[in-house]
């Protein structure tokens, strides 16, 4: 492995480090739902997340968007919610030189960035 990629691996693992996202959880305001506390196995509510994407240049701010999701599904009785498969690529502001990356191909690909 090159040293860049080593580099880049190290900056991105700093960035996304457990104890700083397990912090931001702790400060959220998450409580049990209580949907699944008795499941029928024949019977799963199922919700599917279809998300606006977003880059974003803090996983906390990644982490906030989920769980609205979360919540918003939650409050509607689902069970078991799914992401979009991939749904990891909006982090990919956290690697240094893809704004400019993206500001090279416009933002009109579809393409948020979402800036702190």
Same mark, same amino acid.
């Given at each position: 492995?090159?040293?860049?990629?080593? !580099? /880049? /691996?190290?900056?991105?693992?700093?960035?996304?480090?457990?104890?700083?996202?397990?912090?931001?959880?702790?400060?959220?305001?998450?409580?049990?739902?209580?949907?699944?506390?008795?499941?029928?196995?024949?019977?799963?509510?199922?919700?599917?997340?279809?998300?606006?994407?977003?880059?974003?240049?803090? %996983?906390?701010?990644?982490?906030?968007?989920?769980?609205?999701?979360?919540? /918003?599904?939650?409050?509607?009785?689902?069970?078991?919610?799914?992401? #979009?498969?991939?749904?990891?690529?909006?982090? !990919?502001?956290?690697? %240094?030189?893809?704004?400019?990356?993206?500001?090279?191909?416009?933002?009109?690909?579809?393409?948020? #960035?979402?800036?702190?």
């Amino acid at each position: 492995m090159k040293v860049s990629e080593r !580099l /880049l /691996l190290r900056y991105l693992d700093w960035r996304t480090r457990r104890a700083l996202l397990d912090r931001h959880l702790r400060g959220q305001k998450i409580s049990p739902s209580g949907n699944c506390q008795t499941i029928d196995r024949r019977r799963v509510r199922v919700g599917a997340a279809q998300l606006e994407v977003k880059l974003f240049s803090d %996983p906390r701010e990644y982490i906030d968007e989920m769980c609205r999701f979360t919540a /918003l599904a939650a409050a509607q009785g689902v069970q078991l919610l799914v992401f #979009p498969e991939y749904n990891s690529l909006q982090l !990919l502001r956290l690697i %240094p030189g893809i704004t400019a990356l993206t500001d090279e191909m416009g933002n009109g690909e579809g393409v948020s #960035p979402v800036k702190p």
